[in-house]
Structures are given as structure tokens and as C-alpha cells.
């Protein structure tokens, strides 16, 4: 089991930037991959982005390809979200998940951490 812990939300105004970490604790040799899903109010959870943790590919969702970076410190087991242009649809909780298995059929989940963008 691997446990997870996100920090870095707030509020932001439009435009603006926030930087999300999570370091992950337990059976972290077993990571293959970890990523951001979030979920606002009223819709479902959603993908945001991927890094595999050995290779260090790295997926996004179409919505914010170009304004967010997903990056990993392998020594920290600490996976990073840098979101920068922030619009008001980004609002939502953002959760930190990590893969044991390709297929993400193993996961993990944090606790979520909220961001919140004024427009």
C-alpha cells in the first residue's frame, strides 16, 4: 500500500499560478506511475495528468496541455503539478493518485487538496 500526501492549493486569481506536491510514502518501490485527477462540483473525478516513474513519460489531458507540467524528484518520491494560466474552469479538488500496475488497477489516492481560481 501506498500512502499519499498533496499540498499546495489555494485560490488564485485567473491567470495565475499554483504548484501542487505530493510525496508518497509505504510501498513506494512498487510505483509505476502517479498523476492528477480532479473533480468539481457537480461532475466527475477526471484525468489531468500522468508521469510514469521510471521512464518519466508523461500524459495530459487536452484541457490543460501547454499550461500545466506534471514532474517527478525519484529521491523524494514527490510528483509535482505546476498550473500556470489558471482559468475558473480548472476549480475543482485535485487528487494525487499512484499506480502499482500499468493498468492503474492498483491505485492509490490522496486525501485531495482544493483549488479554487477567481475570475
Known amino acids: 500500500q501506498v500512502q499519499l500526501g498533496e499540498s499546495g492549493g489555494g485560490l488564485v486569481h485567473a491567470g495565475g499560478a499554483l504548484r501542487l506536491s505530493c510525496a508518497a510514502s509505504g510501498r513506494t518501490v512498487s510505483v509505476y506511475a502517479m498523476g492528477w485527477f480532479r473533480q468539481a462540483p457537480g461532475k466527475e473525478r477526471e484525468f489531468v495528468a500522468r508521469i510514469d516513474w521510471s521512464g518519466g513519460n508523461t500524459y495530459y489531458a487536452a484541457s490543460v496541455k501547454g499550461r500545466f507540467t506534471i514532474s517527478r524528484d525519484n529521491a523524494k518520491v514527490t510528483v509535482y503539478l505546476q498550473m500556470n494560466s489558471l482559468k475558473p474552469e480548472d476549480t475543482a479538488v485535485y487528487y494525487c493518485?499512484?499506480?502499482?500496475?500499468?493498468?492503474?488497477?492498483?491505485?492509490?489516492w490522496g486525501q485531495g487538496t482544493q483549488v479554487t481560481v477567481s475570475s
Open positions: 493518485n499512484a499506480d502499482q500496475d500499468p493498468l492503474g488497477s492498483l491505485r492509490s
